[in-house]
RNA sequence: GCCGAAGUGGUGGAAUUGGUAGACGCGCUGGACUCAAAAUCCAGUGGGCGCAAGCCCGUGUGGGUUCGACUCCCACCUUCGGCACCA
C-alpha cells in the first residue's frame, strides 16, 4: 500500500462495480455505425493468470477502449480453451475430476481477468468444454466430414510416450522432436486417425492478400507449407518390370544422375533387391525402422545406406544407375524415392564421395573451366554433358525436361508440400468426442445432427493408458448405429483442442444461439476480426488452422462468400520474462504474481507498467525495482487534478495560454498516433511529458483559465485506455458525466499543436557547435544568416568562407567549410 | 546449414525513418521539508579533459556512401526465435 497517493483500493472497485451496474462495456449489433471487433487469443484454463496474461490482454484492452472512444462499436470478448492434456495430467496428478479442476481455474480467473477492468464483455463469453459449445465443434467435424474435409486413416503417426497419444505434425518441435507440451521426445505409431484435409488449401493458404499481418507470421507460414514446384517421373528398374516415381525440383540436372536412392520403408525394397544384398538390405531397415524410437539426437549427420543390387534407368538416357536405399530420404515427402545427382546436391554428393559413386557436371557454373568440381554446384547455369539440351540454360531445360517426360507418358509436373494433412485424433478423455460411430454393417456412420453434442461421460475412468479413457466406459462405447439400428461402437477418440479455438472468434457473437455455430445477423455485422492480438508461439498452428477453418467454412458456406481469412490484422506481443531474464515458469520459481503487485501499487499501475516496460512487441524481463515510477506517476496525475495548487500564482497571459493549448494538442497527437501503432510504451511517456510540464506552469490562477481546464479534461480522456478506473474516477471529478469511457476522444489541431520556435542546432561540418532560437518557419537566408552569426560557428569557420550551407527547414543548419 | 529479429548510458528503453543520440522512467548524487526516517518536491546525471568557455570520444566490430549515418550499403562478431536430410 503506497503511504500517499490517491485510494486505488476504493477507486478501483467502486468503479468495477458502477461499470458491471451500468452495463457500459456490452456490445450489440448497431446497424450504420462502424464495427470493430478486437480478439484477444483466450487463455488456457491452467489455473494461474500470471503477469504474462496481463501483459498480453491489458494493452489489448487499452487499444479496444481506445477504439471505441474513436466512435467505434467495439466487441471485445473473452473466453476459455478448456479442453486438453494438462487439464487432464494435473487431474490425475491431484485425484479431481479434469471437468472439476477446469472449472475451479475458469473460476479463478474469471476473477482476475474481472480485476484487471478490462472492457471484456461477459455476456458473450464461452467455454471450449461446455456442451454448449463443443455441440458446434462436433456439428463442424460434421460439415468438413460431409464436404470430404475430414478423413480415417491408418498411419504412423507422431506419439507422445508420455502424454500418451498422437500429436500433429505441428506439435512435434525442435532437432530431437519432442512434444510440444511436454519436451519428451516423439515416437512413431501406426494407428487408424482422423485427419483434416488441410492440404488442399495449401496454395490458398499461402495467400496472404488482404490480411495486415506481421511479415514474420507470413514468413513461418509460407515455409511450412513449403511448396516446392518439380517434376514426378517413372524409372524403370532393369531386368524387371517393376518402377518407381521420383520427384525433382531440378529437371535440369538430370543427366547428372548417377544412381538412385529409395527410402528404406519404401514398398518395392523387398521385390528389387538382390540375394547378395539381402542380408544388408534387410540389417539396415531394421536399423532404420529403429532410429525413430531411438534417440534421434544421437543421430550421425553422415549419410549412408546400401545397395539394393538392382539398377534403374535414367529414362532421359538410357544409362543404367544403382539403385540404394538410405535414409536420408523420407517416405513422408514426395515419392519417397529420389534421383541422385551429386554434381549438384550437397546431400547425394556426401553419399557419392561414401561409397565411391561417379559424379559428374551437368550444369556449367558461371565462370567454369570445364575441370571437376570439387563441391556441388546448386546454382542456375547452363547445360552441359546433358545430349541434346547442352547448350540451355536451367531454366527452359527444365520446362522442356518435363515436356519430354510428359509427352512420353512417363512423368508430370508436380507441386510437393512440406505442409501434411492435420491429424485431430486424441487417445484422451479430455477432449471433444468425435460424433462417429462404427457399425459392423454400415461402417462409418456419423452421429445425425439431431443427436448432438456426444457428451463425454462423467464418470469414465481418464487414466492415460494409450487408448483412449472412453474405450473402457461402456455407457459410452455402446450404441446403436443411426442407420440399421444393429449394435455399434463410438468412435472413442477425442479431438485436439485445437479445434476448439479454430473457430471460436464465431461462437463469441453469439454464444447462445442455437440454430448454428453462430447466428448469421451477428456475423454479417461483426466478421471478420478487425483486429487479434497473441503470441507468435501459435504462427504454424493455431493461426494456420483458423485460417483453414475460414477458408472450407467459407466454401461449405457457413461465411460469407468473400471472407477467405478469419483476421484482418493481427499484433504479436512479445513474451514477459522473470526477474532473471528468464521464462517464467513455476519450476525455476521466477513466476511474477499480479496479485501482490496489485495489492501494493493498483491494477491502473500494474496496467500502465506493462505498456510502459518497452516496444509491446518486443516483451523483455520484468523488473520489479522500475516499477515505482509509473504509480507516482498516476499521484501526479491525482494531486494535478484534484487537489488545490500551492501557489496563488497570476491569471495566464496569451503567451502562456498559448504554451498550455500547444502541450495539450501535442500530447493528444501523441498518444493517438501511439495508439495507432500499438507504441503504447511512447503513448504512455507522452503522458508523463504532458503531465511534468502541466505540473510547472500550474498555480491556482492558471487552473481558474479555459485553456488549464481543457488540457484537464483531455488527460482524463487520454488516460482512460490505459488507466480505466483512476481516469474515470478524475472524470467524475471533475464534474463531467458519466462515462469517460463512452467519451469521444479528442482531437488535436495539428496548428495549436506547433511549437512557436525552436532551437535551431547549427553544425560545422557536421558536428554541432552552436545553437540558437528561431521561429517556425524563418526564411533559409535568416536561418542562414543567424547561423553564421554564432561565436562558436566564427571560431570554427577561422575566417573560411563556407563552401555550402545545407538548411533544413524547422531541423538544422549545416555549414560545410 | 537456411530463414527471420535484435545489439544504444549504471539500467528498462526513445530517436518524427538520413537531420540536435540518449525522450520518458528506474537508479545514483546533491539540496529542500523533518528531531529523524519514509513519502514528496527541486537540481544534476553517457565517458574523458577543463576553473570556465569549450574540446575530444561515443549507438556490437571493421570498412564504405553522404554536407550529415543508431538509421543506407559491404564484411564480420554476439544473442534470441523459427525451420532443418523437403529431393
Redo the contacts with the bound molecule.
Keep these: 500500500m503506497a ?3 490517491y485510494d486505488f483500493v476504493s477507486i478501483e472497485s467502486r468503479w468495477r462495480a458502477r461499470w458491471d451496474e451500468t452495463g457500459v462495456y456490452k456490445s450489440a449489433v448497431e446497424e450504420g455505425r462502424p464495427k470493430h471487433y478486437a480478439l484477444t487469443m483466450l487463455p488456457y484454463t491452467s489455473g494461474d493468470l500470471h503477469i504474462g496474461h496481463w501483459y498480453a490482454m491489458a494493452p489489448s484492452d487499452a487499444r479496444a477502449r481506445w477504439m471505441r472512444m474513436k466512435g467505434y462499436n467495439v466487441l471485445f470478448p473473452i473466453g476459455f480453451d478448456a479442453f486438453g492434456l494438462p487439464a487432464e495430467n494435473a487431474a490425475i496428478e491431484r485425484g479431481i475430476h479434469p471437468a472439476k479442476w477446469t472449472m475451479e481455474n475458469i473460476e479463478k480467473m474469471r476473477r482476475h481477468l474481472k480485476r484487471m477492468g478490462a472492457m471484456f464483455d461477459w455476456d458473450r463469453e464461452i467455454i471450449t468444454c461446455e456442451p454448449d459449445y463443443y455441440k458446434w465443434t462436433q456439428w463442424l467435424f460434421l460439415q468438413f466430414y460431409r464436404h470430404g474435409l475430414a478423413y480415417r486413416k491408418k498411419a504412423p503417426v507422431d506419439w507422445c510416450p508420455r502424454c500418451n497419444t498422437t500429436l500433429a505434425r505441428e506439435q512435434v ?3 530431437d522432436r519432442h512434444c510440444e507440451r511436454c519436451d519428451t521426445p516423439v515416437v512413431k505409431k501406426d494407428l487408424d486417425q482422423w485427419l483434416f484435409r488441410i492440404t488442399k488449401y495449401a496454395d490458398s493458404l499461402l495467400n496472404f492478400s488482404g490480411l495486415d499481418w506481421p ?2 507470421v507470413e ?2 507460414q509460407t ?2 507449407i ?1 511448396r ?1 514446384e ?1 517434376v514426378e517421373f517413372e524409372m524403370t528398374v532393369k531386368g524387371s518390370g517393376a518402377s518407381f516415381r ?5 529437371a535440369d540436372t538430370i543427366f547428372g544422375v548417377t544412381f538412385a536412392v529409395l ?1 528404406p520403408e519404401h514398398p518395392l525394397v523387398d521385390a528389387i533387391t538382390t540375394k547378395a544384398q539381402a542380408a544388408d538390405v534387410a540389417s539396415y531397415r531394421e536399423k532404420a525402422g529403429r532410429q525413430s524410437e531411438i534417440d534421434r539426437l544421437s ?1 550421425d ?1 553422415d ?1 549412408d545406406g546400401v545397395f539394393t543390387g538392382a539398377y534403374a534407368i535414367n529414362p532421359m538416357n538410357d544409362a543404367e544407375v544403382p539403385i540404394y536405399i538410405a ?13 541422385a ?1 551429386p554434381g549438384h ?3 547425394d554428393f556426401g553419399f557419392a564421395k561414401r561409397y565411391g559413386l561417379p559424379v559428374s557436371t551437368v550444369i556449367a557454373p558461371p565462370d567454369w573451366d570445364g575441370r571437376a568440381l570439387q563441391h556441388p554446384y546448386e546454382g542456375k547455369g547452363t547445360l552441359v554433358n546433358s545430349g541434346r539440351f547442352s547448350g540451355t540454360p536451367s531454366d527452359p531445360a527444365k520446362t522442356a525436361v518435363a515436356e519430354e517426360l510428359e509427352a512420353r507418358g512417363i512423368g508430370e509436373r508436380k507441386v ?1 508440400y ?1 505442409l501434411h494433412d492435420w491429424l485431430i485424433s486424441r487417445q484422451r478423455y479430455w477432449g471433444c468426442p468425435i460424433p462417429i460411430i462404427y457399425c459392423a454393417d454400415c461402417g462409418v456412420v456419423p452421429v445425425p445432427e439431431r443427436d448432438l453434442p456426444v457428451t463425454l461421460p462423467e464418470d469414465a475412468e481418464f487414466l492415460p493408458t494409450g487408448e483412449s479413457p472412453l474405450k473402457h466406459h461402456d455407457g459410452f462405447l455402446h450404441t446403436t448405429c443411426p442407420v440399421c439400428r444393429g449394435t455399434a461402437q463410438r468412435e472413442t477418440d477425442t479431438m485436439d483442442t485445437f479445434m476448439c479455438s479454430s473457430w471460436y472468434q464465431y461462437r463469441y457473437l453469439s454464444p447462445h444461439f442455437a440454430a448454428g455455430p453462430f447466428d448469421p445477423d451477428e456475423g454479417a455485422y461483426w466478421l471478420p476480426v478487425d483486429q487479434y492480438t497473441g503470441g ?2 501459435h ?2 498452428m493455431h493461426l494456420l488452422y483458423t485460417r483453414f477453418f475460414t477458408r472450407a467454412m467459407r466454401d461449405m458456406k457457413l461465411i460469407a462468400t468473400d471472407q477467405a481469412e478469419p483476421m484482418v490484422r493481427l499484433f504479436n506481443q512479445g513474451i514477459i520474462l522473470g526477474e532473471d531474464s528468464e521464462k517464467m515458469s513455476k519450476s525455476r520459481g521466477n513466476v511474477v504474481n499480479p496479485d501482490e503487485l496489485i495489492d501494493a501499487h493498483g491494477v491502473d499501475s500494474v496496467r500502465t507498467y506493462l505498456m ?4 509491446w512487441d ?1 516483451g ?2 520484468w ?1 520489479s ?2 516499477m ?3 504509480p ?2 498516476l ?2 496525475v491525482w494531486s494535478l487534478v484534484v487537489e488545490p495548487a500551492a501557489s496563488p500564482g497570476n491569471p495566464p497571459g496569451p503567451a502562456e495560454t498559448m504554451e498550455l493549448r500547444r502541450m495539450t494538442h501535442q500530447a493528444i497527437k501523441k498518444v493517438t498516433a501511439d495508439l495507432e501503432s500499438f ?1 503504447f ?2 503513448a ?2 507522452a503522458l ?2 504532458f ?2 510540464r502541466l ?2 506552469v500550474r498555480s491556482a490562477a492558471v487552473a481558474e483559465s479555459a485553456a488549464w481546464k481543457d488540457a484537464i479534461r483531455s488527460l482524463c480522456l487520454l488516460l482512460a485506455p490505459f488507466a480505466p478506473h483512476l481516469s474515470e474516477e478524475l472524470w467524475e471529478r471533475i464534474g463531467e458525466r458519466y462515462s469517460v469511457h463512452e467519451q469521444a476522444w479528442p482531437e488535436w489541431d495539428e496548428e495549436l499543436a506547433r511549437p512557436a520556435t ?2 535551431m ?1 547549427v ?1 560545422v ?7 540558437f532560437q528561431v521561429e517556425m518557419d524563418a526564411e533559409g537566408d535568416d536561418v542562414t544568416r543567424l547561423a553564421l552569426e554564432q561565436p ?1 560557428v566564427r ?2 569557420l577561422a575566417g573560411k568562407v563556407p563552401r ?1 550551407v ?1 538548411v ?1 527547414p524547422n ?2 543548419v ?1 555549414i ?1 567549410a
Design positions: 503511504e500517499s497517493g518441435w525442435g532437432d511479415d514474420r514468413t513461418m515455409n511450412w513449403g516446392s518439380g521420383v520427384f525433382t525440383t531440378r527410402a543421430l549427420k549419410r535414409d536420408y530420404v523420407l517416405t513422408t515427402y514426395g515419392t519417397g524415392a529420389i534421383m545427382v546436391d550437397e546431400r510437393n512440406r507468435i508461439e504462427a504454424t510502459f516496460i518497452s516496444r518486443q523483455g524481463p523488473n525495482a522500475s515505482g515510477g509509473v507516482r506517476f499521484n501526479r507504441d510504451n511512447t504512455v511517456a508523463m511529458t503531465v511534468n505540473g510547472k525552436i532551437q542546432p553544425q561540418n557536421g558536428k554541432v557547435r552552436a545553437r562558436n571560431n570554427h555550402k545545407i533544413v531541423r538544422l549545416n560545410v
